[in-house]
């Protein structure tokens, strides 16, 4: 179990130990075409926008996702990660868009056009604990979410990382994004989650921790404002995390 003293992913030492307790990624490469389906013309001009500062090519090459795999990606949204996986995984691949029946309304609309669009995404609606994808995936991703379950408690949290361990093959990647909080503020109300409390949670689930990866840093925010505020640009400094369910 990697232990990690609750403070900032920016400091040397913590990833310093985190690298060298971690294994190689995968050799999975991006399908062919990844960077051209980015930028196609029928990706949604606001997505594009967002490329820059969430590093799309860098984060998935951190985690190893890559050409025919079968990805979940954890309370989807409106699908800005579940397009990028699909170019990611390709037309051998498949992306499976998670979202719960609560978030319905404001989702499926987006999700079902990026499927009709892209041709290798499903989309699934369900309740937390009670997801069923009917097969073993190669790897899963959650953006910007965790956060939210953590404000609702470990229970809630837990049964949220259940869902997504049982819904890994074993030996499967699991990525997690979110916005970093940092010891000494109000991380509940400012929407943002300490990297060792990520961490903490993930090890519970029984995920084996391998590395966090800072190339989503961003200096300029620290750590104080709350993630919408718009001095940020909507660009919080974000922590990335690769776990992986045990073999």
């Known amino acids: 179990m990697i232990s990690i003293p609750a403070i ?48 799309p090519r860098a984060v998935l090459e951190f985690l190893g ?5 079968t990805v979940l990606d954890v309370l989807a949204s409106t699908g800005w990660y579940t397009e990028v996986l699909s170019a990611a995984v390709g037309v051998d691949g498949v992306v ?13 609309a987006a999700i079902t056009a990026r499927a009709e669009r892209l041709g290798n995404i499903e989309p699934v609606f369900a309740e937390v ?9 190669d790897a899963a991703i959650t953006a910007l979410n965790l956060h939210d379950l953590n404000n609702r408690g470990g229970e ?17 990647v699991f990525g997690v994004i979110d916005h970093e909080g940092i010891d000494g503020q109000d991380n509940q109300a400012l929407h943002r989650m300490e990297v060792a409390a990520a961490v903490e ?12 990866s800072n190339v989503l840093d961003n200096p300029s925010d620290d750590h104080t404002l709350q993630i919408w505020n718009e001095a940020l640009g909507r660009n919080t400094d974000r922590f990335l995390i690769r776990a992986r369910k045990p073999e």
Do not use: H
């Not at 604990?129 to 995936?137: C, I, P, Q």
């Open 156 to 172: 809630a949290v837990q049964l949220f990382l259940g869902d997504v361990m049982k819904a890994l093959k074993p030996g499967g």
């Open 96 to 108: 499976i868009a998670f979202n719960t029946v609560g978030r319905r309304d404001r989702s499926e």
């Open 129 to 137: 604990g009670s997801l069923d994808v009917g097969t073993e995936v």
């Open 201 to 212: 949670a993930l090890e519970m689930a029984g995920f084996v921790v391998e590395e966090v």
């Open 8 to 55: 900032s992913k920016t400091v040397p030492g913590i990833i310093a130990a985190l690298v060298m307790m971690a294994p190689a990624t995968s050799a999975a490469e991006l399908a062919a075409g990844f960077d051209e389906a980015l930028s196609a013309d029928g990706r949604p001009a606001e997505d594009k926008v967002r490329d820059a500062a969430r590093q």
């Open 65 to 69: 996702i890559g050409s025919g795999m």
